[in-house]
């Protein structure tokens, strides 16, 4: 039985061309760019290079680009290190109630520092206000922090205007672009956003390496001491082979964008219609509009995703019931609890996420075995066993395979 994986929100493969890329600089390209010999000097060009491929994929400029270990780093590095950097003119960061925790646990930890933090809340398709948010912003306020697209739901933020507000009240604005990365259009040369985080292994790198974008006159302060690697501002020995696999990966991601983004598109829209057609009282989660290509987060009422997640991997099929970071403990998704997505549907949530390895062939074999699996745990489930009566479920009304 072939393997499908639909979870690439969480992680994605390597991809062949990166892989073969970045293997020279495990084995004979092994020197460490920051020594004056030979062996230093015949890496440094590679950093450089890949530095430049990272840039052109978001029309920045190659000074403008650090590497990191993570986009957790790079979201730690931005929030921190702008809140401290900024700490004579304020101690007041805007951010979302459905950051990824990278972003909202260090708010939390700067509120434990004495920062002071507001948590925007969304409405049911995962949006914020921009009213609110600019309601928000006082004369203490020194950082926006917004994510680009959401990972659980796929919900895109409306960045250019955010950037465009902080901008005129003169705060300074970081977007987590984790998973818009290569999935949607970013400019910064016209979007006027401070920082921008990048991570590798989203995008067909290997795990551990991302990047920070610091457009030019940005405050921030270094939080990893020691070497004057990344201009001083992110100490440590450079990931060689994870920075080149990085660039290449940025240099894939940017060719033949828009039939890639069509692609993810077609896969998503299949398997949304096709659940639609085949399985009734599911709900989609998210924006219907503005959201990510790759994306489809739904409701299946009555059941456990779990459940679901399980049957699905008996026929060898990956997908997941949240994001990576909150599978495996108890706790609902804060993102979908932020949504107010009904109590009795926030057990039964799945994401299916995917990516430019997945064909059509893949969706419909999804398709074929899917029905049946929902039914069955449907059948049962003790909600419908124990004879709760669909219309008085709150939820049912918005489900969109309801007929
Ligand atoms: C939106 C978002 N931000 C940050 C991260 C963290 O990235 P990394 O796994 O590189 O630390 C993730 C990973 O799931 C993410 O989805």
Same mark, same amino acid.
Not at 72 to 78: F, K, T, Y
Not at 171 to 175: N, P
């Given at each position: 039985m072939d393997k499908i994986y639909f979870d690439n929100n969480a992680t994605t493969p390597v991809a062949a061309e990166v892989l073969e890329s970045f293997l020279p600089y495990y084995q004979t390209l092994f020197g460490n760019p920051s020594s004056l010999h030979w062996a230093g000097s015949a890496v440094k060009g590679a950093i450089e290079e890949a530095r430049q491929q990272v840039a052109q994929l978001i029309n920045a400029h190659p000074e403008e680009i650090i590497f990191t270990a993570s986009g957790?780093?790079?979201?730690?590095?931005?929030v921190l290190g702008s809140c401290d950097a900024l700490r004579q003119q304020g101690n007041h960061v805007i951010t979302t109630v459905v950051e990824h925790p990278a972003v909202l646990d260090t708010c939390r930890y700067f509120e434990e520092r004495g920062g002071s933090v507001t948590y925007l809340p969304v409405d049911s398709h995962g949006m914020i206000d921009l009213h609110?948010?600019?309601?928000?912003?006082?004369?203490?306020t020194v950082l926006i922090s917004v994510m680009w697209a959401n990972n659980e739901t796929g919900t895109i933020f409306p960045i250019q205007q955010i950037a465009e507000i902080? %901008?005129?009240h003169k705060?300074?604005?970081?977007?987590d672009a984790v998973q818009a990365l290569g999935k949607v259009e970013i400019d910064m040369q016209k979007c006027p956003v401070d920082l921008l985080v990048m991570s590798g292994h989203k995008i067909g790198a290997p795990k551990g390496v991302g990047a920070l974008f610091i457009r030019c006159g940005t405050s921030l302060t270094s939080h990893i001491h020691g070497g004057h690697q990344e201009q001083s501002l992110r100490a440590g020995t450079h990931n060689v082979a994870g920075i080149v696999a990085m660039g290449k990966a940025c240099q894939l991601a940017g060719q033949d964008f828009f039939q890639r983004v069509e692609k993810l598109k077609q896969l998503r829209d299949r398997l949304q219609y096709g659940i639609m057609d %085949?399985?009734?009282d599911v709900i989609i989660n998210g924006h219907m509009e503005s959201r990510l290509p790759n994306t489809l987060n739904l409701g299946f009422s009555f059941i456990e995703g779990e459940g679901l997640l399980l049957?699905?991997?008996m026929y060898g099929i990956a997908a997941s019931s949240g994001s990576a970071c909150t599978s495996g403990s108890d706790a609902h998704s804060h993102v979908l609890i932020a949504m107010s997505v009904d109590k009795?549907?926030?057990n039964s949530c799945l994401r299916f996420s995917f990516g430019d390895q997945n064909t059509l062939e893949e969706v419909d074999r999804l398709l074929e075995v899917l029905p049946a699996i929902v039914l069955k745990l449907r059948e049962m489930s003790p909600m419908l066993t124990s004879g709760v009566d669909l219309d008085d479920c709150p939820y049912v009304e918005c489900c969109i395979g309801h007929h």
């Open positions: 957790s780093e790079g979201d730690n590095l931005a609110q948010l600019e309601q928000a912003i006082t004369a203490k902080a %901008q005129r705060v300074q604005f970081h977007t %085949q399985i009734e049957h699905l991997d009795w549907l926030l």
